[in-house]
């Protein structure tokens, strides 16, 4: 069974950077996509970024330029740094793995981690 641990969530000003990691374990990492979503309140969870094993990735129109996702194989994990934050971009993040790509829609992942929240100031 596969888990995931996000972690490095927090509170920034607007205009700050922050970046989160999502630790991955129980399977064989190179086998999975891995994505980023967020769910702001009151609002349905949506697609942020996916990272194949080789680094193929594929962005939200509203975080690219500002968001790079990333992953270190040797270590499983990924990464989501995010720059240029903005208020709108506060909700909770969730990582995700999965075997489709490019995977925007919440179905197309199997395993989901637990979140973290990130919340943007004005």
């Known amino acids: 069974q596969v888990q995931l641990v996000e972690s490095g969530g927090g509170l920034v000003q607007a205009g700050g950077s922050l970046s989160v990691s999502c630790a991955f374990s129980?399977?064989?990492?190179?086998?999975?996509?891995m994505g980023w979503f967020r769910q702001a309140p009151g609002k349905e969870r949506e697609f942020v970024a996916t990272i194949t094993w080789s680094s193929r990735l594929y962005y939200a129109d509203s975080v690219k330029g500002r968001f790079t996702i990333s992953r270190d194989n040797a270590k499983n994990t990924v990464y989501l740094q995010m720059n240029s934050l903005k208020p709108e971009d506060t909700a909770v993040y969730y990582c995700?793995?999965?075997?489709?790509?490019?995977?925007?829609?919440?179905?197309?992942?199997?395993?989901w981690g637990q979140g973290t929240q990130i919340t943007v100031s004005s």
């Open positions: 129980g399977r064989t990492f190179r086998m999975y996509a």
């Open positions: 995700a793995a999965g075997q489709v790509f490019p995977g925007i829609e919440e179905g197309q992942y199997d395993y």
